[in-house]
């Protein structure tokens, strides 16, 4: 048996043979000879060349497993799920295992590595109060070069005072950068086919709130920010995904916010971009 590591190629039962054919000689030199201790150092022998046999064949099992990793995960088709905190998966119990993200790999299975790159309270807009374009978030999801980005912004730029919206005496007034939307959204577009040129693309319609809180205005995104999306969608060529009609009349699956979807919301989001992307 032969093992290879390190660079260096062993013979381990034509080392063991040698080994013991030196011990042999060396005592046999002697005028008295006892075979305890020789037949003793045979069985060490014979022992230590076992353990590094199973050494290197654990080596190899392992780097093998490593190696045959890493060409699955390059393999793979990269999903980028970009957004705010409805896709980072706020107010979820265990987001890690049921935020929409989540659940869409698991919808997708092998083949597909999602990620999550949504930012609490993320906005489109460049001039909200907090860009997702000024994110970690963005930066990760574009060095990611995904070969599929789903993008689900919009929600936090509707904040405005009034119109319904819960709590929204402080609430900063986002949407009055309106005219800024369409230009800053096809900019973000941009800069993942930049990224990835073959990348497909898909533009979520975001789900509505009941009625909303902060700012956040469920009026504002049925209607005005969802035209605005579909006029994106058309000017850019890329498709949409309607995670808001399947949430109408259906605030169960809404958070005690008005405004986040709870684990079963972010499975039909899931279900649904699934449907659309696979």
């Excluded at 599929?148 to 986002?174: C, E, F, M, Q, Y």
């Excluded at 005005?224 to 949409?240: F, H, M, R, W, Y």
Aim: aromatic residues 8%.
């Amino acid at each position: 048996m032969a093992f290879s590591f390190s660079g260096a190629t062993v013979n381990y039962a034509q080392a063991q043979i040698a080994l013991e054919k030196s011990w042999t000689l060396r005592y046999n030199s002697r005028k008295t000879i006892n075979h305890k201790p020789i037949n003793e150092m045979k069985s060490l022998a014979s022992s230590l060349f076992k353990c590094v046999a199973l050494a290197g064949f654990l080596n190899f099992c392992i780097v093998g497993n490593i190696r045959a990793t890493d060409t699955a995960q390059s393999s793979a088709i990269r999903v980028a799920c970009v957004g705010d905190s409805i896709t980072y998966g706020a107010t979820i119990t265990n987001r890690q295992q049921d935020s929409y993200p989540a659940q869409l790999g698991k919808f997708l299975g092998a083949g597909y590595d999602v990620r999550n790159f949504g930012h609490n309270g993320a906005t489109l807009l460049r001039r909200g109060n907090l860009p997702y374009i000024k994110q970690k978030e963005h930066d990760n999801a574009l060095a990611f070069a995904p070969d599929i980005v789903v993008i689900l912004l919009g929600t936090n730029d509707s904040k405005h005072r009034g119109d319904g919206s819960l709590d929204s005496g402080n609430a900063p007034d986002v949407w009055q950068y309106k005219a800024d939307f369409v230009p800053d959204y096809e900019a973000l577009i941009a800069e993942f086919r930049k990224a990835n040129p073959s990348a497909k693309i898909y533009v979520c319609l975001p789900t509505p709130c009941f009625p909303g809180r902060w700012g956040i205005n469920d009026k504002t995104i049925h209607d005005e920010i969802i035209p605005l999306i579909q006029q994106i969608a058309k000017d850019t060529g890329v498709n949409v995904i309607d995670l808001n009609t399947p949430f109408t009349g259906k605030p169960e699956l809404i958070s005690r916010d008005t405004v986040h979807p709870n684990a079963a919301g972010a499975k039909l989001m899931a279900k649904t971009v699934y449907t659309v992307i696979k």
